[in-house]
């Protein structure tokens, strides 16, 4: 069974991104657009709903969908911070981290997942 560790830390990963995705609303609430609010009110609850198919171990296309739509996640911040030539903030950096951190070990998960079932089928 793959390493209870890996499972947890890759949930936690992804709720220290939805936590800080939601901790940013209050903090900019008056310089944010009702589209830019719902944007990080969305992100972060999807990212801490996301815990729960992690821990849970369903199956394997949940980990690919958190893979893909936390890869989108980085990829609008490339383009809508760095690349629009706007400063990096205090929470951006926790929040990539923790993004990158969660994909990498959600792969980790995957492929010790198949080498599991795989064995598992050869003993049979």
Do not use: N
Request: hydrophobic share 60%; glycine share 6%; aromatic share 12%.
């Amino acid at each position: 069974m793959t390493d209870k560790i890996l499972l947890y830390a890759a949930a936690v990963s992804t709720i220290i991104a939805g936590v800080l995705h939601l901790a940013i609303v209050p903090m900019f609430f008056k310089l944010m657009t009702i589209y830019t609010i719902t944007f990080f009110v969305v992100s972060g609850l999807a990212q801490f709903f996301w815990f729960i198919p992690t821990i849970k171990i369903w199956i394997i296309p949940w980990y690919y969908i958190g893979i893909g739509g936390t890869i989108i996640l980085i990829l609008l911040w490339v383009i809508a911070v760095p690349g629009s030539g706007h400063p990096i903030g205090k929470l951006d950096l926790p929040i990539e981290v923790s993004q990158i951190v969660f994909i990498i070990l959600c792969i980790i998960i995957i492929k010790k997942s198949r080498v599991e079932m795989k064995s598992s089928r050869v003993e049979k």
